[in-house]
């Protein structure tokens, strides 16, 4: 069964400080990851999406990292601003046997970040 | 602004009624994307529509339909609601079928069903 699971659950972080979300999929035949920050209310934005051959991708002060070999992503948050308090949510692709993509959602982690 | 619309913006209606969520891709996109996200849950995929064609199934009920119309926009029917059914409801659209290829969210539509 393809399962995205996300670490921690919440995370309260003070302004300025860095910090790093996991995620952790078994999702086959990998086809693509992708983060999004989600704040409360409003639809998803995205921040980074990797392929199989993609181990790290930046978008500011966002760092996806990608270990295929363990199906394992972090998202590296450095220099935390008060904005980037939001859930952020790993979403794994698999293309399945009739060349769809299955799309499987993280539940999130809920970072709040503190003055 | 994701450039995707969706209206209404709120809706609340009552259990055993049918509604329609509308929504608007961004400009040249092609592939439209409905999901489903319960309070304090993850987002849950529905269905996509790529060009007026159906091209991918979630976890989408027989209650709910959609379709995708000539000038691309989308909508999603909901029918014989259920408390349950209450939930943020969001349309993304991306330029293509499938791929890696960056997904845009529209504002989403809050359904209470009383």
């Known amino acids: 069964k393809n399962q995205v699971e996300q670490s921690p659950q919440s995370l309260i972080i003070l302004e300025g400080k860095n910090c790093t979300l996991q995620c952790n999929y078994t999702v086959s035949p990998f086809s693509n990851l992708r983060w999004y920050k989600q704040d409360t209310g409003r639809g998803p934005v995205s921040l980074t999406i990797m392929t199989f051959s993609e181990n790290t991708k930046s978008n500011g002060r966002y760092t996806a990292t990608l270990d295929a070999d363990t199906k394992q992503s972090s998202l590296h948050i450095t220099a935390s601003q008060l904005s980037d308090s939001a859930s952020y949510i790993c979403v794994v692709s698999a293309r399945n046997s009739g060349g769809y993509q299955k799309v499987t959602f993280g539940i999130g982690t809920k970072l709040q970040v503190i003055p | 602004d994701s450039g995707v619309t969706q209206t209404p913006k709120h809706l609340i209606t009552a259990t055993g009624q049918r509604v329609t969520l509308r929504c608007s891709p961004r400009?040249?996109?092609?592939?439209v994307y409905w999901y489903q996200q319960s309070l304090d849950q993850g987002l849950q995929f529905l269905i996509q529509y790529y060009n007026g064609e159906e091209r991918a199934k979630g976890n989408i009920l027989e209650r709910f339909s959609a379709q995708q119309f000539p000038d691309l926009h989308s909508e999603l029917n909901l029918s014989s609601l259920e408390l349950g059914d209450s939930a943020l409801y969001f349309c993304?659209?991306?330029?293509?079928?499938?791929?890696?290829?960056?997904?845009?969210f529209g504002p989403g539509t809050r359904l209470t069903v009383t």
């Open positions: 993304a659209s991306s330029p293509q079928r499938e791929g890696p290829y960056e997904q845009y």
């Open positions: 400009s040249g996109d092609l592939s």
